[in-house]
């Protein structure tokens, strides 16, 4: 079992810069594929970015590459979305979640965080 804390979100300007952090319990986060998810109102969740267990090995929605880095820290249990260059399309509740392999759905995941709210102005 593995609970995932979300911080960090809020409000920011277009051009902006924001860092998600998602804290997990347990000594098993290093186990984990981690990921980012978004849902944007009336729109369905979607997948931004994931890593492997290791951090070796990240991949990105075509939309956030380049502006969007996924990192973690396996002895502080907490991964990261830096996030720069926001949009205004960034807006939504960001969601992280852990899983047994770093791919692009949310079916690949088992725990799934409560979220935090993005909002960018333009």
């Known amino acids: 079992q593995v609970q995932l804390v979300e911080s960090g979100g809020g409000l920011v300007q277009a051009g902006g810069s924001l860092r998600l952090s998602c804290a997990a319990s347990?000594?098993?986060?290093?186990?984990?594929?981690m990921g980012w998810f978004r849902q944007a109102p009336g729109k369905e969740r979607e997948f931004v970015a994931t890593?492997?267990?290791?951090?070796?090995?990240?991949y990105y929605v075509d939309s956030v590459k380049g502006r969007f880095t996924i990192s973690r820290d396996n002895a502080k249990n907490t991964v990261y979305l830096q996030m720069n260059t926001l949009k205004p399309e960034d807006t939504a509740v960001y969601y992280c979640?852990?899983?047994?392999?770093?791919?692009?759905?949310?079916?690949?995941?088992?725990?799934w965080g409560q979220g935090t709210q993005v909002t960018v102005s333009s």
């Open positions: 347990g000594r098993t986060f290093s186990t984990y594929a």
């Open positions: 890593i492997n267990r290791s951090g070796g090995y990240t």
């Open positions: 979640a852990a899983g047994g392999l770093p791919r692009a759905t949310m079916r690949a995941y088992d725990y």
